[in-house]
């Protein structure tokens, strides 16, 4: 198993631009999840989803979007690029709902938005 | 709002010196999780406490959590340079069936 994949590993934007992260895993699970992490401020949720066509917002929504047409695959769009939005960003999984269950992370995505 | 807070930010420790990090939450938790990320890497899960006063043993890793259930502490015996990295603590949200509030995580430093 692969577990959870992210790409790509680094992405320089400028500002206004938009992208997609793509977060991809192979475990079946039904909970996905997407974190930004900033010095300091630990984890943030932004979006998540408990199955495929159903997903909500998290802590820090603005200026993201989402979809999961898959149980696979759950990525994070980028509307419009911000410098607030240099971050560095994990996608998570976990077999059942997110606040019982261990979280398996993906290994990041360092975006910097000049 | 609910607040998971984690104290200290960081700690210096030479090699073969004890670590605690501990972690406070504004209201009761059913239950806590701890990860650790190594620098560079991405959180990986350590452990996950559920009882009353439990406390659970990982070799030189101790984890406690609080007979009220609000807070918990991790424990490293002798640290070793493999144990550099930064431990978060994490706590189901009140507000969510399906969120975690996360502690803004100690960083482990090993002094030259």
């Known amino acids: 198993n692969a577990g959870v994949t992210q790409t790509p590993k680094f992405q320089v934007l400028k500002t206004g631009q938009s992208m997609t992260l793509q977060c991809a895993q192979d475990?079946?699970?039904?909970?996905m999840s997407w974190y930004r992490q900033d010095p300091g401020m630990g984890l943030r949720l932004i979006h998540y989803?408990?199955?495929?066509?159903?997903?909500d917002q998290g802590e820090v929504p603005n200026g993201y979007n989402v979809s999961r047409s898959t149980t696979e695959d759950f990525p994070l769009r980028l509307l419009s690029a911000a410098p607030s939005q240099t971050s560095v960003y994990f996608c998570?999984?976990?077999?059942?709902?997110?606040?019982?269950?261990?979280?398996?992370f993906g290994p990041g995505t360092r975006l910097l938005v000049l | 709002g609910q607040q998971v807070m984690q104290i200290p930010q960081y700690q210096h420790v030479q090699e073969g010196e004890d670590f605690t990090t501990y972690c406070n939450s504004s209201t009761t938790l059913s239950n806590i999780q701890w990860y650790k990320q190594r620098p560079g890497g991405h959180p990986v899960f350590l452990i996950q406490?559920?009882?009353s006063g439990e406390v659970k043993k990982q070799k030189r890793l101790t984890f406690q959590f609080g007979e009220a259930k609000k807070n918990s502490s991790l424990h490293i015996t002798a640290t070793q340079t493999t144990d550099v990295g930064t431990y978060f603590c994490a706590g189901p949200s009140a507000g969510s069936n399906y969120q975690l509030i996360w502690g803004a995580g100690t960083k482990l430093i090993i002094k030259p």
């Open positions: 989803s408990v199955g495929a066509g159903i997903t």
């Open positions: 998570a999984s976990s077999y059942g709902g997110g606040r019982e269950e261990t979280q398996y």
């Open positions: 475990m079946n699970h039904e909970y």
């Open positions: 406490l559920v009882k």
